[in-house]
Antibody, heavy 116, light 111 residues
Framework: QVQLQESGPGLVKPSETLSLTCTVSGGSISSYYWSWIRQPPGKGLEWIGYIYYSGSTNYNPSLKSRVTISVDTSKNQFSLKLSSVTAADTAVYYC??????????WGQGTMVTVSS | QSALTQPASVSGSPGQSITISCTGTSSDVGGYNYVSWYQQHPGKAPKLMIYEVSNRPSGVSNRFSGSKSGNTASLTISGLQAEDEADYYCSSYTSSSTSVVFGGGTKLTVL
């Protein structure tokens, strides 16, 4: 069974870049699509974007100008960078394995707070 | 992109059936059979319950079923149990941005 684990700083300063990594175990990253989703405290889910193992990406239009998702197949990892963060980017960030448009497997999530 | 529309809350008694709606447009729910449903308990990651409108992943109880009519998808939970109390989210492919859009979520209370 594929398992995913997010890692990265829990606190990021305003205007800086949020960086998270998702490590995939129990299966190869070299297939399927791999996504990032976030959930602000007390609010709903927001799809951020996905990457295919080959490197092709697709991003949420509302975040596209600030988002970069990359993949490292040698480490079975994929990563998220979100630039110019504000308090509105405070959320639990999840990584997931996406099949067509369904998020089949999810990481446990990591809370990221944007504050000075 | 606009979120799909779900009722904020629904409730039901143990043993009853409830249905949660998810309304979109012809650019998402109505135009494609790529609707998914997720269950999220407090402090936990979401769990996929239904994909491609009506398919259940292995291990998901057959008390959960999905359907679609026009621009509205529905999740039905039969034989309601206390453990079903959770937040439920729908999602769909959207051609307006060739991406994924979520509903606002529905809190299910088991009375």
């Amino acid at each position: 069974q594929v398992q995913l684990q997010e890692s990265g700083p829990g606190l990021v300063k305003p205007s800086e870049t949020l960086s998270l990594t998702c490590t995939v175990s129990g299966g190869s990253i070299s297939s399927y699509y791999w996504s990032w989703i976030r959930q602000p405290p007390g609010k709903g889910l927001e799809w951020i974007g996905y990457i295919y193992y080959s490197g092709s990406t697709n991003y949420n239009p509302s975040l596209k100008s600030r988002v970069t998702i990359s993949v490292d197949t040698s480490k079975n990892q994929f990563s998220l960078k979100l630039s110019s963060v504000t308090a509105a980017d405070t959320a639990v960030y999840y990584c997931a394995r996406q099949m067509y448009t369904a998020m089949v497997n999810w990481g446990q999530g990591t809370m990221v707070t944007v504050s000075s | 992109q606009s979120a799909l529309t779900q009722p904020a809350s629904v409730s039901g008694s143990p043993g009853q059936s409830i249905t949660i709606s998810c309304t979109g447009t012809s650019s998402d729910v109505g135009g494609y059979n790529y609707v998914s449903w997720y269950q999220q308990h407090p402090g936990k990651a979401p769990k996929l319950m239904i994909y491609e409108v009506s398919n259940r992943p292995s291990g998901v109880s057959n008390r959960f079923s999905g359907s679609k009519s026009g621009n509205t998808a529905s999740l039905t939970i039969s034989g309601l149990q206390a453990e079903d109390e959770a937040d439920y989210y729908c999602s769909s492919y959207t051609s307006s941005s060739t991406s994924v859009v979520f509903g606002g979520g529905t809190k299910l209370t088991v009375l």
